[in-house]
């Protein structure tokens, strides 16, 4: 009878809880229900790609507190490999991401979360194929849309990305600033970040490719290894890619040297102590199904013990296409549990 009656009152905590999370920027630091908070998460780019991803981002998400996150980033458009199609020509979201995405920042309000919402995004991805003849207004009535539908559903918890890594302003020449004022004429509350070499006045913080200004956030929300042969984002994780176009996946997936670890683990010390929040961002969990992968994954998966930068036959430079057993990003989490909860 006791265990009922708890578990009664861990189900009530949690409905009592849900909506409650308020975000807000205060000088150089970010607010959740007045409280500073530095964020710790996943970028988890491809999770919309279907219901099962869906799913199992969702299902991933209590284990991903245990262990001591409270962020995780998901995108209406993109990913490479994941030809999300979130708005449509009109700049209307697309009900059938929409609708996962609204699932998303349910179980993520529920759970105290912090929700990072990427809006531009293709990269090599066909995720843009339908919106070719968009102008700058056409952008900005699609990421007005995007914040009045946040909050319509009241999701407080939110920051919204426009423009991940400028894209859209690097290929058509488009200004970050009136993206940003179109959330906000929409949605006045929602904080909304710049990510873009840009720089604009109207943003309330800055991430990723935004610069460190004084007075206002910046966060990691791309955080990746330096330590990489050939980078991270270049040669290694994209090798059989540049190589062959008709491949449509990551190489290397989930794997990470000796080096890269160290690395990955230093800067999140670093970046956590000097700035508002890092997210990692990893081929583990942003891999497209393609290729017979069946990624993204959201499970830690290993600890990717598979040897030096200095040693190019040990496991991390085999089969370079395949999932190795020990690819994952357990090492991480198990890191940030033991530092930070």
């Not at 200004?175 to 840009?198: E, F, G, M, R, Y």
């Not at 290397?252 to 690395?263: H, Q, S, W």
């Amino acid at each position: 009878m006791r265990c009922r009656i708890a578990w009664w009152i861990c189900i009530l905590c949690a409905v009592a809880q849900a909506g409650d999370t308020r975000l807000k920027v205060s000088g150089d630091k970010i607010l959740r229900n007045d409280r500073i908070v530095k964020l710790i998460g996943l970028r988890c780019s491809n999770a919309l790609i279907s219901d099962a991803t869906t799913n199992d981002l969702i299902d991933a998400l209590d284990l991903y507190r245990a262990y001591g996150l409270n962020t995780v980033s998901v995108f209406l458009m993109g990913s490479r490999f994941g030809d999300v199609k979130g708005y449509l020509p009109d700049g209307s979201l697309n009900p059938v991401y929409s609708e996962r995405l609204e699932r998303v920042l349910k179980a993520t309000d529920e759970r105290g979360f912090i929700a990072i919402v990427g809006c531009l995004y293709w990269s090599t991805s066909r995720a843009r194929e339908d919106l070719s003849a968009w102008t700058q207004h056409d952008a900005e009535r699609a990421i007005g849309n995007t914040a009045q539908w946040l909050a319509q559903r009241n999701f407080t918890h939110v920051i919204l990305d426009p423009d991940n890594e400028g894209m859209a302003v690097k290929a058509e020449g488009w200004q970050v600033a009136s993206l940003i004022d179109a959330a906000k004429q929409t949605n006045p509350d929602l904080l909304v970040a710049n990510n873009t070499h840009q720089n604009p006045p109207n943003e309330d913080l800055n991430m990723h490719f935004g610069r460190h200004e004084e007075g206002k956030p910046w966060l990691d929300s791309e955080a990746t290894p330096a330590k990489a042969p050939g980078g991270y984002w270049g040669r290694y994780s994209k090798q059989t890619h540049q190589a062959d176009p008709e491949f449509y996946n990551y190489s290397r997936i989930g794997r990470y040297t000796a080096e890269m670890k160290a690395d990955q683990l230093k800067r999140t010390r670093d970046e956590l102590a000097r700035f508002s929040g890092h997210i990692l961002a990893s081929t583990w969990l942003q891999c497209g199904p393609a290729e017979g992968v069946h990624g993204p994954f959201t499970k830690p998966g290993g600890r990717s013990n598979l040897g030096s930068n200095q040693d190019e036959q040990a496991p991390w430079n085999r089969e370079i296409d395949m999932i190795h057993s020990e690819a994952g990003i357990l090492w991480w989490l198990e890191f940030v549990r033991d530092t930070y909860k």
